[in-house]
């Protein structure tokens, strides 16, 4: 390790950077476990923002502008285990791709405007034990 680059791909795990003008996320160091980026202006989420066999376990993106998901987003996310998308103004979750093992155990998508949740997207996350999906602006759920 000489560069201080090179320390930094090591030492941090942790970045919190709550309400401030973050608009998009360019990409996140591989050793990264736990990213907050809640309370900023971010509205929407790219396929290339996670290099792959990153170690990102919790994601909060609480309280942002977020509308559009890219479908690739989660794919290379095996480790989250914690996602945060409460606050935002996500109609939709079709044609969103989780890798085939993920572990994620917690997602809240509270106050959104998601008006269905197709039942394959739920089957694709095994291990989840909660869903926070209050506020629902349609209660719809279908089985397609």
Known sequence: MNSSEEINE???NKLKKRQNQVYMIRSTRKCLENLNLSGNKIEILNSLEF???NLLKDINLENNLIEK???NFFINLRCLENL???GNKIESLKDLSFPDEN?????NLENNLIEKIENY???NLNGLENLNLSVFRKETYSDN
């Open 10 to 12: 090591y030492i941090i």
């Open 51 to 53: 290099p792959g066999e």
């Open 69 to 71: 998901i890219d479908q």
């Open 84 to 86: 945060n998308l409460s």
């Open 103 to 107: 572990l994620l155990r917690q997602l």
């Open 121 to 123: 997207f739920i089957n």
